[in-house]
């Protein structure tokens, strides 16, 4: 069975580029989470995904924006990148918006 | 709002000694609770939960009370090894619109066991 997965591993973007990334769910969970891991710091709640429609939104500027797929797979997109975007990116899938969370192993987003 | 504090870091402690990291939480209601670890260069793992007052969560040594009172969700261990030194982060599940739930985490305690 397989679990969260994520990709890519690693990104190096440029200042005003556009990224996305990309999160598979654990089988039989449909709903997707992202979060936003800086460095030294705890993850911070991007936004929610169930039912291929945004459930919640965290404390984040419209730059960020996602979508999920048919098949529950989700994806995150961040336009004109900043430095400070720079972080782990990590996906965390649920059966049901409140079930328990099980994360993937996060995508490393380097903003040169 | 809803927040969580945990004690800062870095812990390094010599295997076998008794661990206490102290998480402290701001809610409104009663919100569940979780301790989740971090190894180096992977995502998070649930290391235990507890869903409501003085449930206790324990897992692989780790345990943790859900405490009330004092809005306190301490994780100890009896006897640490090396093969613990990760990064451990308290956490609360908040509800918000349309059923979703978002979890909200402290800043985490990177924890070195020396042997």
């Known amino acids: 069975d397989a679990g969260v997965t994520q990709s890519p591993t690693h990104l190096i973007k440029t200042r005003g580029q556009q990224v996305t990334l990309r999160c598979s769910p654990k089988?039989?969970?449909?709903?997707v989470s992202w979060y936003q891991q800086a460095l030294g710091q705890g993850p911070q709640f991007i936004f929610q995904y169930y039912e291929e429609e945004e459930r919640q939104r965290g404390n984040f500027p419209d730059r960020f924006s996602g979508h999920q797929f048919p098949n529950y797979s989700s994806e995150l997109n961040v336009n004109a990148l900043l430095l400070g975007d720079s972080a782990l990116y990590l996906c965390a899938s649920s059966f049901v918006a409140g079930g328990q969370q099980f994360f993937g192993p996060g995508t490393r987003l380097t903003v040169l | 709002g809803n927040s969580v504090t945990q004690m800062e870091g870095p812990v390094t402690l010599s295997e076998e000694a008794f661990l206490t990291i102290n998480c402290t939480y701001t809610?409104?209601?009663?919100?569940?609770l979780f301790w989740y670890v971090q190894y180096p260069g992977e995502g998070l793992q649930l290391l235990l939960k507890a869903t409501k007052a003085d449930d206790k969560g324990s897992n692989k040594g780790f345990e943790a009370t859900y405490r009330k009172e004092t809005t306190s969700f301490h994780l100890e261990k009896g006897s640490v090894q090396v093969s613990d030194s990760a990064v451990y982060f308290c956490a609360l599940l908040k509800g918000g619109s349309q059923g979703a739930q978002k979890l909200v985490f402290g800043q985490g305690t990177r924890l070195t066991i020396n042997p």
């Open positions: 089988s039989g969970h449909d709903t």
């Open positions: 809610a409104t209601g009663y919100p569940s």
